[in-house]
């Protein structure tokens, strides 16, 4: 500005003076942020990477600003450059911890007393399949019975991932099967229940050891594998079959009580109690009271035990029924013939049938006349019963003789 100083004179004189005035600047003014701060970044984007420029004015004339993070960093995971407002990551995210960030970004200004401002930058995490799919058990056992109809499930496992979306969708499969017999199990992609395929034989194969596959559904997938162990339970369905379709022996009439007149042996392939097999006499038949009383049968082994003699003259053999009987529930049973011939003992003497004779001889008959015939029976067969006659010689009279037919002759 210029400033003129005139005098009353006349002329006039006057004199000129410009001055100069300068304005100091006074931080009236607080910065203010331009602009909007959200952003989405990868879970695996490396430290350092920059996620924001923050910018900012300020009506005043300072145009240093100071920058800090106020609130938000959860875990430190982003630094600012207190100078320049650039937003960095610091270190390593992870969106299963925290998938969005709030950052509360403290602008201030360098006047004296200094102004400041806030602003909020979002940062979103993006997932990425990091995490492999895991099953909550370290393995898993099942068991069914034997003969179930197919398909029936015989379990579930289950797994879990903490990723997002297709990264955490799970699909299972049997990747290979290490016991048993291949294709007699399946198991659903999605929900990991396992369920049989074909009729199951406990007889055939006990167990089965199968490895399971969990695979999520990210690019590049990821998976884990665990054994599955499946015990097949088994139901009565196998009956006692003897090795015999009959059995026979021979003991001699005299053989002494206690001993052991043959073994029968049946043999049921179940397990435990359904395998369990016990003999016994058949005793709803008539035949099986009756060889009760010379037979006693061992229930755990199928022997025979002779409880007493058996008369041959009275039963030349025995024929009866043989149980072998397992201890299912229900139990299931079958039956066998059994024959025990008896064998002649010469137990018998032969007896004179009639015991008296009474004859008459003509003094007139000639010698070797036959006078009467004396008959002997022998209750013993063969050799046993073979009889011979003669007069002894206490008796003897040396006017007779008895021939080996038992005709009395006059001599
Ligand atoms: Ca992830
Ligand atoms: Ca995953
Ligand atoms: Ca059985
Ligand atoms: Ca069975």
Redesign the pocket.
């Known amino acids: 500005m210029i400033v003129t100083a005139t005098d009353r004179g006349n002329p006039e004189l006057s004199g000129t003076l410009t001055i100069s005035i300068h304005v100091t600047d006074v931080n009236d003014n607080p910065p203010s942020v331009i602009g909007f701060y959200e952003k989405s970044i990868k879970e695996d984007a490396s430290i350092d990477t920059l996620i924001f420029s923050i910018k900012v004015e300020d009506l005043d004339e300072n145009s240093q600003f100071n920058y800090s993070i106020s609130s938000g960093n959860f875990g430190s995971s982003f630094k600012v450059d207190a100078g320049t407002g650039d937003i960095y990551i610091s270190s390593n995210l992870d969106r299963e911890q925290l998938e969005r960030y709030e950052l509360v970004l403290r602008v201030s200004d360098m006047g004296e007393p200094p102004y400041s401002t806030t602003v909020t930058a979002t940062v979103n995490i993006d997932d990425v399949?990091?995490?492999?799919?895991n099953f909550k058990k370290t393995s898993y056992a099942f068991s069914i019975k034997e003969h179930v109809p197919s398909p029936t499930i015989v379990g579930s496992i289950e797994a879990t991932?903490?990723?997002k979306g297709m990264?955490?969708k799970l699909f299972y499969s049997i990747a290979t099967q290490w016991k048993g017999v291949d294709g007699n199990f399946g198991i659903n992609e999605t929900s990991g229940e396992i369920y049989t395929l074909k009729d199951l034989d406990r007889e055939i194969e006990s167990e089965y050891q199968l490895w399971v596959r969990v695979q999520?559904?990210?690019s590049p997938?990821?998976s884990s594998e665990i054994t599955v162990n499946i015990t097949i339970q088994d139901i009565n369905d196998q009956t006692p079959l003897f090795e015999h379709q009959e059995y026979s022996t021979a003991i001699p009439e005299n053989y002494t009580k206690g001993s052991k007149v043959l073994s029968a042996r049946a043999l049921d392939s179940d397990e435990g109690l359904n395998g369990e097999v016990i003999y016994e006499l058949d005793y709803t038949a008539p035949q099986g009271i009756m060889a009760d009383q010379f037979i006693g049968v061992r229930s755990d082994s199928g022997d025979l035990i002779l409880k007493r003699p058996i008369d041959r003259e009275t039963y030349q053999e025995l024929t009866f029924p043989l149980v072998a009987r397992d201890n299912g529930e229900p139990p299931t049973s079958s039956m066998v013939n059994v024959t025990i011939y008896i064998l002649d003992v010469n137990d018998n003497r032969p007896e004179f049938l009639p015991q008296f004779y009474n004859t008459e001889a003509s003094i007139t008959d000639y010698c070797d006349a036959t006078i009467t015939k004396v008959t002997a029976i022998d209750q013993d067969v063969g050799d046993n019963a073979i009889i011979s006659y003669r007069i002894t010689p206490v008796e003897a009279d040396p006017t007779f003789q008895v021939d080996n037919f038992g005709k009395y002759h006059k001599n």
Do not use: A, H, I, Q
């Not at 399949?129 to 799919?133: A, L, S, T």
């Open positions: 399949n990091d995490v492999r799919p991932d903490d990723d990264n955490s999520d559904g990210g997938p990821l």
